[in-house]
């Protein structure tokens, strides 16, 4: 499970997405993102587009008080081809990627936080979706999660699809076999550092 994510860029990860996108990433500063609020995401299309929206998909046909039943913030990287909730969104164009500076976890019931040492972000793998509502249209998104890599199975038995710079373009565009092999293997263990907060 991936319940708590952060956006707070260093002028180093700023440059990294900057060059990875060519995009502006100046963003507002988000230390701690929860399930239900709004999360920065990236799709490409003719180029890269930075999104914003509910972090919660919403499936395609289901109104917002209905999605807010269930649990749409993670979507399992194995069952995601065949979920009800997701099978849309990672077959038909709405694979994206979301830009962090870490995400937290809470083993034996205390807090850490999982970053990468050098200054880089973490490039996870997600879904969006965007659907009609009385405001106009509602994008949302989701953050595809794996089993442990071996230097995370202490933190929680689920992380996040974390997508080394290689992989971005399998996980946006290729079929959906090799998309689902690239979310469930692209990461390596030793690319993080687990660190207490207070």
């Not at 979301?98 to 205390?110: N, T």
């Amino acid at each position: 499970m991936c319940g708590r994510i952060e956006l707070t860029l260093t002028q180093g990860m700023q440059d990294t997405l900057h060059t990875l996108f060519q995009i502006d990433p100046s963003w507002p500063t988000h230390p701690e993102i929860s399930p239900t609020q709004q999360a920065q995401f990236l799709t490409h299309g003719a180029a890269w587009t930075v999104q914003s929206g509910r972090w919660g998909l919403i499936p395609p046909g289901m109104e917002l008080p209905a999605a807010k039943k269930y649990a749409t913030f993670n979507a399992r990287a194995e069952t995601m081809d065949r979920s009800p909730s997701f099978k849309a969104a990672f077959k038909s164009g709405g694979r994206c990627v979301l830009p962090l500076s870490a995400f937290f976890e809470w083993p034996k019931k205390s807090k850490v936080r999982i970053a990468r040492p050098d200054d880089k972000p973490l490039l996870v793998a997600g879904l969006w979706s965007a659907q009609p509502s009385e405001d106009g249209e509602r994008l949302s998104c989701t953050v595809v999660t794996r089993p442990p890599t071996a230097d995370l199975t202490e933190v929680h038995d689920r992380m996040p699809a974390l997508l080394l710079t290689k992989d971005l373009g399998a996980w946006l565009n290729a079929a959906a076999s090799e998309a689902k092999a690239v979310a469930l293997g692209s990461w390596q263990p030793g690319l993080v550092t687990v660190t207490p907060t207070s």
